[in-house]
């Protein structure tokens, strides 16, 4: 858990630099729903999942992301912080 812990914080400091708003996310009643939501400074607005190294999601967490999907939000996972960076800065790059 510490390493998620310090990746999740990492991630945060990013995505604070670059100007998003990340927020913990909690849905009471509903499981698997990602835990972070990101709203750029664009309007962009996205759910993350982060994983400990080497962690996938649960299959419930898939699921969750494939409904939010389906509704055309965008909504990933990472284990990773170079892909996380590469997640926000695409919800901070303006749409051509």
Do not use: N
């Not at 009471?28 to 080497?54: H, M, N």
Request: a positive charge; charged letters at 25%; aromatic letters at 8%.
């Amino acid at each position: 858990m510490a390493k998620e812990a310090s990746l999740e914080h990492r991630i945060k400091r990013y995505a604070e630099s670059k100007g998003c708003l990340f927020w913990k996310f909690v849905s009471p009643g509903t499981t698997g729903v990602p835990d972070r939501v990101i709203i750029s400074p664009r309007g962009a607005t996205a759910f993350l999942e982060i994983k400990a190294p080497g962690c996938r999601p649960r299959a419930i967490q898939d699921h969750r992301m494939q409904q939010l999907r389906a509704q055309g939000v965008a909504a990933t996972w990472v284990s990773d912080y170079r892909v996380a960076v590469g997640f926000i800065d695409s919800l901070c790059t303006p749409k051509r």
